[in-house]
């Protein structure tokens, strides 16, 4: 089969298409649009990628990814130190925090349990947890888990730990769908499921 263009510019579009959302078609779109505007997207984007992937961190507070540890959310003084969401993965903290509704601090503990994959409280950040909410100053934890057979499963997990810590653990509303994730939620839906949460057990 006849190439129209070398090697390099086949392992751009090979890369671009690991990316979630492209496809190869997608890819070759977005290399050729790369291409043709070198100078305002490629070489800036080249740039950026090179100093994120040179200075990208996992917080060591809440699990977050930033170029700070800790991250920027964490660093805040403004933000109340005394409520923390839990959420499954850094989309969904980014998704929360895109909705501009809450303004405490959060917990990402990096997926959920799940006895089909092999993946239990050991794997997941389940004791950066208990020992944020036995610290003192924490008066409560919303579990912001996504409404899918597991994401339930861990939130009544979590709320079992925590039960004994004092903590108020409150979950969000039904507002989020069942089988919804919480990246893929409007801003308008999850601000109502925050405002709606509801105490655990």
Known sequence: MPRSHGSDIDKLIQLLAKLPGLGPRS???????????????MVPLAAALNDVA??????????NVDTHNPCHVCEDVRRDQTVICVVEEVADLWALDRSETFKGLYHVLGGTLSALDGVGPDDLNVAGLISRAASGGVTEIILALNATVDGQTTSHYLAERLADSGVKVTALAHGVPVGGELDYLDDGTLAAALRARGEVG
Do not use: N, P, T
């Open 54 to 63: 040179a200075r990208v961190q996992i917080c060591e507070q809440c699990g």
């Open 27 to 41: 890819a070759r779109r977005s290399a050729l649009q790369m291409l043709k505007k070198k100078d305002s997207v």
